[in-house]
């Protein structure tokens, strides 16, 4: 039976003998051509005259300088001191404009760098905000993402010149005559903040969605705080300003989110994630105080934000 199946199995017709022995050939024939072509290629002379005269010209060029490894290289930091700075990058609030240089170079700055903020300073240069350190000349733009959270830049109240008057004229008390109502800066609408010196539509709207935003005003300076508030008009509408109640919207560390938190103007990201990643590892806060023990945590970023939270 063995025999039988081997026969029918390994059995060709004529016509199948001649294909296989055809498909044989083909392949014998594709297998040697490679070795053929060596006698149909034509060499062609190769022109090395060019390549000769810059050869000679290289020859003739004095030395170049050699290449130390102690220089600056890349971005112009020198290798031992770039490694050494990653190590000590430390993360911390600062005011760009009272920064010495070596805050700075702790926040990861480059020395060369940290020196020529400090004298763009010196010289009376100013930050009006986070992003205008994005124009520092030498700082990367992965360097300046990583500074702008944790920029705070103190208003200061802007002094004006005084210019005698050679011939006075006549003051016109115009208060006196059409006197201006007190606005309670927590329930004033919009139709009384129009009612202040120099407060239009839009900055009405802006301070109310800001106070919205807050959970309410805790100070009038607060005000001042006002997107595109120019200070001067601040400073003019400021004594006909009212706080009579502090009450305001609190956010409690213990059971709020990141978003949560993060929604406040106050609370950015990464303090946000920092409070919540330090309550999943220790537990509840007993008090607000307890967000002291974040290392990110800063006296000015506590004494602002306080009113606002909560731990019960």
């Given amino acids: 039976m063995l025999q039988q199946f081997l026969k029918d199995y390994f059995s060709f017709t004529k016509k199948e003998r001649k294909g296989i022995i055809y498909i044989i050939i083909i392949i014998l024939i594709l297998i040697l051509l490679p070795f053929f072509f060596p006698y149909f290629a034509k060499d062609n002379p190769l022109d090395t005259s060019e390549f000769e005269k810059e050869i000679t010209q290289l020859q003739k060029a004095p030395a170049s300088k050699k290449y130390n490894e102690n220089e600056y290289y890349g971005d112009y930091t020198p290798r031992s001191k770039n490694h050494e700075q990653v190590k000590n990058i430390k993360l911390f609030y600062f005011d760009p404009n009272?920064?010495?240089?070596?805050?700075?170079?702790?926040l990861g700055v480059r020395e060369k760098t940290a020196n020529t903020i400090q004298n763009y300073i010196s010289k009376g240069g100013k930050f009006y905000k986070p992003e205008d350190i994005k124009k520092i000349w030498g700082l990367s733009k992965s360097d300046a993402e990583?500074?702008?959270?944790?920029?705070?830049?103190?208003?200061?109240?802007?002094?004006?010149?005084?210019?005698?008057?050679?011939?006075?004229?006549?003051?016109?008390?115009?208060t006196s005559r059409y006197p201006i109502a007190k606005v309670d800066i927590n329930t004033a609408d919009t139709t009384q903040y129009i009612a202040l010196p120099g407060i239009g539509?839009?900055?009405?709207?802006?301070?109310?969605?800001?106070?919205?935003?807050?959970?309410?005003?805790?100070?009038?300076?607060?005000?001042?705080?006002?997107?595109?508030?120019?200070?001067?008009?601040?400073?003019?509408?400021?004594?006909?300003?009212l706080l009579n109640s502090t009450t305001v919207k609190k956010i409690n560390i213990n059971s709020s989110s990141v978003d949560e938190m993060k929604s406040h103007p106050y609370i950015r990201y990464n303090m946000a994630n920092a409070i919540f990643q330090y309550?999943?590892?220790?537990?509840?806060?007993?008090?607000?105080?307890?967000?002291?023990?974040?290392?990110?945590?800063t006296d000015d970023f506590y004494e602002k934000v306080s009113p606002y939270l909560t731990a019960n």
Wanted: no cysteine; charged share 30%; aromatic share 12%.
């Fill in 146 to 174: 990583r500074l702008i959270p944790y920029i705070s830049i103190k208003r200061e109240e802007r002094t004006y010149p005084q210019y005698e008057q050679k011939n006075p004229v006549e003051k016109v008390n115009y």
């Fill in 201 to 241: 539509s839009r900055l009405a709207n802006r301070i109310i969605s800001f106070r919205e935003k807050l959970g309410g005003f805790y100070s009038i300076d607060q005000i001042g705080e006002t997107y595109l508030l120019p200070d001067s008009t601040f400073q003019k509408i400021k004594p006909h300003l």
């Fill in 279 to 297: 309550r999943r590892q220790h537990g509840n806060f007993n008090s607000v105080e307890g967000i002291k023990k974040i290392m990110t945590v």
């Fill in 98 to 106: 009272t920064a010495s240089a070596n805050d700075w170079i702790r």
